[in-house]
């Protein structure tokens, strides 16, 4: 406060000689001006820590010279002291008005002038400190806010990346698993279809060369049903056949759908990652006795193959479509609960091309759609409507940083609550240079 300095405005001689004294003499540096222009033109050069303010002065009045010094944001911080003659309650309220911080009264109490003018250089030095402290907190607070974002972030995909990897190693494990005897009875199932074949003609020639059999034979025939035997083993065949052969395709999309250690982009077919994806999730999908089937429409245009982390795609489309069949149950949980008609569950997937070398891939299911107070949420990490244990509010975060930041693509959706939702995927059919991704993110 010593090398504090005071701006007098006051067009008394008299006055501004006895104020600068005294202030003087109390250490602050002092500087005059015999009017508001002259105040006026003086700050434009070095800003002092309080001004003392005149208010009756000829052309600009006090009033005046303080409107201009709140207007500009060099000064307007500046605490302004009103000094006036007039002991009217007018003036000193159209003072505060105009953010004079107090005013003192002529003629002066020198001590009394001398206490106002040092509390109010407390007050102004006290407050820049603070506004300071505040900017560093202010500061402080927007990198804690920052970090935590970002911790959220990676937690996020640590956990997403840890669940979908866990999930694809488990299922490129089942796989592997199942390949093995399934091809082991698939390849036999040929031989046995022969053998029983062969088998059978051998009895008929039995039966043609020896049409009288002995009773023994004979009861034996009428007890097993043998011309059913014969019928039905074929059949019975065929569709084992059929069984294994289903198998062998579940076993192929696990294969495509669990694609996550392929770290590299590669030109891939993006219809057979979507198609392996709903036969991971065909238990979902089909007709249950407490819940009707969800009906698949495809619609896929002519797509050439697209270059990119074809495992990491294929998590963008479980989550869509597990989130789309999770609205469609919940449609038919409350329809059931309150009696409503239900509409049949449908999902809609369609992709072409758009513009110059982009795909769209569009996921539509007629759920329950999503509220206007949730839309802005959807895709922040850890963000559900899901009860505990269900949903970890991960599925679309990561998805959108598959999608956006790892092949520079967009992710929109759009729904109408009680009606459905959409969710659009856009990727280039080229991928940028490795070097162009976000080095951060976690597969
Ligand atoms: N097709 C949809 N229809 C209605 N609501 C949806 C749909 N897709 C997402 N949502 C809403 O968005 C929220 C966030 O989805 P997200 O996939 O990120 O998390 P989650 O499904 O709740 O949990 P997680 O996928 O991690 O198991 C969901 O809880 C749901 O409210
Ligand atoms: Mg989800």
Redesign the pocket.
Known sequence: MENSTVLIVDDNIANLGVLSDTLDQAGLEVWVAQSGKVALERVKYALPNLILLDVMMPEIDGFETCRQLKANPLTKDIPIIFMTALSDIANKVEGFKLGAVDYITKPFQQEEVLARIKLHLKLYELNSKLEEKNALLEQKVTEVTQAYTDLQQMQAQLI?GE?MSSLGQMVAGIAHEINNPINFIYGNLTYAKDYIQNILELLEMYQEDYPKPTPRIQAELEDIELDFIKDDLLKLLNSANTGTQRIHEIVKSMRIFSRVDEAAVKAVNIHEGIDSTLTILHHRLKARPEHPGIEVIREYGQLPPIECYAGQLNQVFM??L???I??LD?YHQQCCFSGKINRSGKIYISTEIIRDNWIKIRIM?N????KEE?KS???EPF????PVG??????????YQIVVEKHGGKLH?Q?VPEK??E?IIEIPIHQQLEEAMPAHCVA
């Open positions: 997403q669940k989550n869509i597990s989130n789309a999770d609205a919940e299911d759920g329950l759609g999503i949730v949420k959807l895709f963000f559900t409507t899901k269900k949903g970890t509010g991960l599925g679309l975060s990561i998805s959706c729904s459905g939702t969710f």
